[in-house]
């Protein structure tokens, strides 16, 4: 745990990344600065009830670090499905028993400050565009390539949400009709081609090893021929869905991160080479660049929404 050596005279949020795995809850200051952090595990298995007594601790102790009166609000970033205006939370498959959870009641009952809500990889979107490699542009798009492909638009300062929250799953954009099943039933999604867990998936089919994208990356870099069609395999997929990306949402930027997005150099050459050459915008450079704020970028975009909130509500620029 990092002291509080921060705290002054502005105001704080507490933004809260809840995964599979565990739970990041961080106070931040208006400019996404984490002033304290903490991490616990979700311990999932036991439900809704004991994560969110787990989440409203970690919560109260970031509360107590800034003093009662010194917190705007609360922000949380969580797996989807979830929708960011009723605050609800839909049976996210990597939190057993979250059916239909009022995730924003339940906390603003129990801790007594507005609360939002918005999808993890939304909320990873929002940092890396305020903060980090997205630079405040017009028009970003975000993707994180982990276990699973999320992805999320900032566009004029605003995360969009669609009409249920449910906004580009770049995950679940279909590449390939006669493709392999997707995980969430649909054929040939991008997600069943190019994630941390397809890329696993080939290299136990085809190599018979149990390796994930890092250690394929480096057998290709020692020469490893498997492995170098694997990742290649995985880059076209990859490269396939930003060209989509480009087609349909015309992007000034493309960030990319996630677990995956570490392989670097070879990852990103293919990306900004199959921009380059979709045929139906020759030659476009709009860039394809990796996230800056990496695992970090989940629990400050969450501690940035209240402060967004009230500018909103004040009818001020969030780029301000
Ligand atoms: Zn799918």
Redesign the pocket.
């Known amino acids: 745990m990092e002291p509080v050596t921060k705290v002054g005279r502005g105001m704080y949020s507490i933004g809260i990344d809840l995964g599979g795995t565990k739970i990041a809850t961080a106070l931040c200051n208006e400019s996404g600065e984490i002033i304290w952090r903490t991490e616990v595990s979700t311990q999932a298995t036991a439900g809704p009830q004991a994560v969110m007594a787990r989440m409203v601790a970690s919560a109260r102790e970031a509360q107590q670090q800034a003093g009662q009166d010194k917190i705007v609000g609360i922000g949380i970033g969580a797996p989807g499905p979830l929708n960011p205006k009723t605050g609800i939370v839909a049976a996210p498959p990597n939190l057993p028993g979250w059916d239909e959870i009022y995730l924003v009641n339940d906390f603003e009952r129990v801790m007594g400050l507005p609360t939002h809500l918005e999808n993890d990889a939304n909320a990873a979107a929002l940092a890396e565009w305020f903060l980090g490699a997205g630079c405040k542009v017009d028009n970003m798009f975000y993707i994180t390539v982990s276990t699973g492909i999320g992805s999320g638009a900032v566009v004029d300062g605003k995360v969009r949400h669609g009409t249920t929250g449910a906004f580009a799953e770049l995950?679940?954009m279909v590449i390939d009709m006669n493709g392999p099943r997707?995980?969430?039933?649909?054929h040939g999604?991008l997600?069943?081609f190019a994630s941390g867990t397809a890329i696993s998936r080939m290299a136990r089919e085809q190599l018979g090893v149990d390796w994930g994208a890092d250690q394929l990356a480096a057998a290709a870099e020692r020469g490893n021929s498997k492995a170098q069609s694997i990742l290649e395999q995985a880059y076209h997929a990859l490269g396939i869905g930003i060209m989509n990306v480009v087609n349909l949402f015309d992007p000034s930027i493309i960030v990319v991160g996630g677990g995956v997005s570490r392989i670097g150099d070879p990852l990103f050459r293919a990306l900004n080479r199959a921009v380059h050459e979709n045929r139906f915008r020759p030659a476009s450079n709009i860039p394809v660049v990796p996230a800056r704020l990496g695992t970090d970028a989940g629990v400050i975009g969450a501690a940035l929404l209240p402060f967004k909130e009230e500018r909103d509500s004040r009818n001020l620029a969030f780029t301000v």
């Open positions: 995950g679940h997707c995980n969430c039933g649909n999604c997600e069943a």
